[in-house]
């Protein structure tokens, strides 16, 4: 490990290292025991195989939108947009396999997983392409595509898509062909109630085709020449407009895919307002994991623990709510938010 | 310890070290009262560590300070300026924004009520100070409507406003004309007279002779030398700085072959603006260099860029390059037909700042099918080897090809790019200010690898606003002036000063003055 990544991840593990402390102030002051709480999140999230379980199905979507953030952010971009791509992505699918269309898995399954991609793509690529023609700033345009987003998926599933018969604001549940398949069918020890699938292995890979792309191929040098200065990209004879095109888009796609985990590998259908902020929390999972794909993997992981024990803490603690973990989340961004100060602290060492 | 009375600083026996590099090596350094005290050494020698250690920004590992005779220690730069020390830096820490005004007071305010900024004692305060050091300034001016002196001037004023005793001039005319520099000159005679002392920081060894009382030599983070301007020449110091005695390199003849690039009526408008480039006409053979002498400002770097394909918009003409007409071409589709690049700015254009010597030694070659697998993959094996024997030919220390090229000095990284573009055999080499900011040792090495490639038969346009440099390497040399080439240099007939003129306009152009 060179020592410029060695310092890189000291700077992360001590910013880390002060999030947690502070957090452990702030249970202090509510008047609880910060050790007991902690402990619960890590037996909750990794001391049974179905803890295990549920924390990688938090994981996945934080995955999936911190690598879209962080693919935007090698491109010279901030996209705050993961949010509406993510819900234009599944919008897509949900609406497609809950057609009544019926094709074989081995053909659904692709076409579903290629139009979630799509579909974000393409709201990812609408304020790249603004700002390479027009010069307006993406982080604008990714927030109005937000609301845009929302909105448009608001009036689908409450009004022309929604499942007829229900109560809930559903749309129609997707096609036998269009479901992918629960990890529990493969690992055995995983019980057939936790919902992470295989959405989680397409991730994985997509990390593994993120680094490769970054590491290995002449695209991927290209397009982080554009990210760091157009100004070096237009002397070194790159199109730096192509590749903010390219990144956003292929940032969008990243977003458009938890599609595949939400709507083809668990809930079968487009459920109202479901992601609530995965595509923000991308935002931090990103900054966290300084846009390496194995950093980001661990950043994601942490939220996903997280996540998992939140659902412990309202049992186990009379003076605590399960919102606790926002807190910790917004402590932990804070403090990755300031590393250029622990970094300072690590190169004095 | 009664000596250390007569110096306003003293820095004795200071040693830093990054990493496992000395940068400076038990340096001590006497500034005499009311003297100019200049510091030369080429780059990486030290000469700004130790600066920025008097100045606070570096703690020293070990060594004592002392001003005025008492010991005193300086964690940062704030305490800097409470001990009467003030630096202008290289880059200019104005606010361009704000006023003149605005950016004196800023960070010393006189306030009314403890909250209120008294502009009126602030004012009469500036003017007298002003009249008292001889500047002139419009105090309600904006900062980005000034020019690069002015700025200057500005900077040093605020020194002064801040009641500074010792002020440190970072190369600081390197971004200077010739008659801003002499204005520059008289503004530091000016604060000799009232007894303040100033420290350059410069490799201008003309200069040094010019203005310093006094000069101490740095070379490989230690003193070689302290020397009374009286008793030394530039050939002495040039000599201590680089260890060695200066050969000036020797041109051979060269047969001058085909045209490689013909440039016929070309002229550049940008949108709402007046023409930067007008009507250029050039021709530069095989195994030539031409050159373009001009004051920086007059469309250097806009020819730079629409002869490398950077500038597309707003450029009629007509370039033809090996009788091929280019106009259209990108500048990716130029340099795979054998054009090469090195340009005036190399930290806004040349390498990646986040990135180590391989990844920068392919940069703008990284299409190159040598480089490539399949033309997407990148053949790491290859490109790693190249990146080697290029540090080791071109001289870059360290010769690592992990090292962040960001880190390396401006000698070293110039270097690099010298190689990167001279070693991917072109046929056109379009150079700009290949030496700016570099030490002489380098400089020397620089011109050696150009001269080199003009007797290999490169086709070479060399951009330089270093007459002596033009006079050294060039076989033909041209003047521009306000985008236009204005006139041919003759360097039998043309001294420095009838070329200055020409720079500058002409005859006329001084008489409307």
């Given amino acids: 490990m060179s020592k410029e990544s060695l310092s890189v ?23 609880e025991n910060p050790v007991e709480v902690f402990k619960v999140f890590i037996v909750a999230s990794l001391f049974s195989w179905d803890g295990v379980g549920f924390t990688l199905f938090y994981m996945t979507p934080l995955l999936l939108t911190g690598l879209s953030v962080s693919m935007a952010f090698k491109g010279g971009l901030f996209n705050i947009g993961a949010e509406g791509q993510l819900y234009m992505g599944s919008m897509a699918v949900a609406i497609f396999a809950g057609s009544g269309i019926n094709l074989p898995f081995y053909l659904m399954i692709p076409i579903c997983i290629l139009l979630a991609f799509l579909a974000g793509g393409i709201w990812g690529v609408i304020p790249g392409y603004l700002k390479v023609k027009f010069g307006s700033h993406e982080v604008i345009n990714t927030i109005m595509l937000n609301l845009i987003a929302y909105g448009i998926c608001n009036y689908l599933v409450v009004g022309p898509f929604k499942r007829q018969g229900d109560q809930i604001l559903e749309t129609e549940f997707i096609a036998q062909s269009a479901r992918v398949f629960r990890l529990n069918k493969i690992i055995p020890w995983i019980s057939e109630s936790v919902p992470v699938n295989f959405a989680l292995l397409l991730t994985i890979s997509l990390c593994v085709g993120y680094w490769y792309f970054f590491h290995k191929m002449r695209y991927g040098y290209e397009m982080q020449v554009s990210g760091h200065s157009s100004e070096v990209a237009r002397y070194a004879g790159i199109n730096s407009g192509r590749y903010i095109i390219l990144s956003m888009f292929i940032a969008g796609g990243l977003a458009g895919l938890v599609a595949v985990h939400e709507v083809m590998g668990f809930r079968y259908t487009f459920h109202d307002n479901f992601s609530r902020g995965v595509g923000f929390m991308g935002i931090a999972v990103a900054l966290l994991g300084r846009n390496n794909p194995l950093g980001i993997f661990m950043a994601a992981f942490l939220f996903g623990m997280m996540n998992r024990g939140s659902l412990f803490i309202d049992i186990n603690f009379d003076k605590l709510s399960n919102d606790l973990v926002i807190v910790v989340q917004g402590v932990i961004i804070l403090f990755a938010a300031m590393s250029g100060m622990f970094q300072k602290l690590v190169r004095s060492k | 310890m009664s000596e250390l009375r007569d110096y306003a600083l003293k820095m004795n026996n200071i040693n830093k070290k990054f990493g496992d590099s000395l940068a400076n090596n038990q340096v001590s350094l006497c500034v005499e009262k009311g003297k100019i005290h200049a510091i030369v050494g080429e780059n990486g020698a030290g000469k700004s560590t130790l600066v920025k250690i008097l100045y606070g920004y570096h703690k020293a590992d070990s060594g004592d300070i002392y001003i005025n005779g008492n010991k005193v220690a300086i964690n940062n730069s704030e305490q800097a300026i409470g001990y009467g020390i003030g630096m202008v830096h290289q880059h200019f820490m104005l606010i361009e924004a704000m006023t003149i005004l605005d950016n004196i007071v800023l960070g010393n305010p006189l306030l009314k009520l403890g909250m209120v900024i008294d502009y009126k004692s602030v004012r009469s305060k500036i003017n007298a100070l002003a009249k008292e050091y001889n500047f002139t300034f419009q105090l309600d001016d904006k900062v980005d409507a000034l020019g690069v002196g002015s700025k200057q001037r500005l900077e040093i004023f605020k020194t002064i406003y801040r009641k500074t005793d010792i002020l440190i001039l970072d190369e600081p005319t390197s971004v200077l004309t010739k008659v801003e520099i002499k204005d520059l000159f008289k503004i530091i005679g000016i604060l000799k007279k009232q007894g303040k002392s100033v420290i350059i920081i410069t490799h201008k060894l003309g200069e040094v002779m010019e203005i310093a009382d006094n000069v101490t030599v740095m070379r490989d983070a230690k003193v070689v030398a302290n020397r009374e301007i009286k008793n030394t020449s530039i050939a002495e110091l040039a000599g201590l700085m680089v260890g060695r005695e200066i050969i000036a390199s020797r041109k051979e003849e060269v047969i001058a072959g085909d045209d490689v690039l013909v440039v016929e009526n070309l002229t550049y408008q940008p949108q709402k603006s007046k023409k930067l480039l007008d009507n250029i006409n050039l021709r530069i053979a095989k195994g030539e260099i ?21 500038i597309k918009t707003g450029v009629k003409g007509k370039l033809r390059y090996r009788g091929v007409n280019i106009s259209q071409k990108t500048t990716a589709e130029l340099r795979s037909s054998g054009l090469a690049h090195i340009p005036s700015d190399r930290n806004k ?137 204005v006139d041919e240099i003759n360097w039998q007939k043309d001294d420095d000063q009838s070329i200055g003129i020409k720079m500058i306009g002409g005859a006329n152009a001084i008489k409307r003055n």
């Fill in chain 1, 9 to 31: 991840l000291a700077t992360t593990l001590l910013s880390l290292v002060a999030a947690f402390f502070v957090s452990a102030v702030i249970i202090l002051i509510l008047g």
């Fill in chain 2, 290 to 310: 031409v050159g373009i002498a001009g004051v920086s400002g007059n469309g250097q770097p806009e020819l730079e860029q629409v002869l490398t394909g950077m």
């Fill in chain 2, 349 to 485: 254009w040349a390498y990646i700042n986040e990135w180590v010597n391989y990844q920068n030694s392919i940069l703008g070659y990284h299409a190159k099918r040598k480089y490539n697998i399949a033309s997407c993959w990148f053949n790491f094996p290859v490109i790693k080897k190249m990146a080697k024997s290029l540090l080791d030919k071109y001289k870059v220390t360290p010769p690592s090809i992990n090292y962040s090229t960001k880190s390396l000095s401006g000698g070293n990284q110039q270097k690099l790019i010298v190689g990167r573009e001279l070693d991917s055999n072109p046929d056109l080499i379009i150079i700009a200010e290949p030496t700016h900011g570099v030490d002489i040792g380098s400089v020397e090495f620089i011109h050696g690898k150009i001269l080199s490639a003009r007797k290999a038969g490169k086709a070479i346009l060399l951009i330089s606003s270093e007459l002596s440099e033009l006079r050294k390497l060039s076989d033909r040399s041209f003047v521009i002036c306000e985008g236009k080439i």
